[in-house]
């Protein structure tokens, strides 16, 4: 095998690696993202009118 051959397999494989990253980010963003507005939909749908997210102090 010639450099070039064993170069292209490698290149492959980090791109296929930067995909799979990505597609784990954007899934997890996501996922977070929906918790949060189902949170918010279920405390509005129990009826109370303030349901926003308290912070505590620092």
């Known amino acids: 095998?010639?450099?070039s051959e064993d170069g292209g397999g490698?290149?492959?494989?980090?791109?296929?690696?930067l995909?799979?990253?990505?597609m784990l980010a954007?899934?997890?963003w996501l996922a977070?993202?929906?918790t949060a507005a189902s949170k918010m939909q279920d405390?509005?749908?129990?009826g109370?009118?303030?349901c926003n997210v308290i912070e505590?102090?620092?």
């Open 19 to 22: 995909v799979a990253a990505v």
């Open 56 to 58: 505590p102090a620092r």
């Open 43 to 46: 405390c509005l749908m129990s």
């Open 1 to 3: 095998m010639s450099d």
């Open 10 to 17: 490698r290149r492959g494989a980090l791109v296929g690696l």
């Open 32 to 34: 977070h993202d929906l």
């Open 48 to 50: 109370r009118t303030n």
């Open 26 to 28: 954007v899934g997890l």
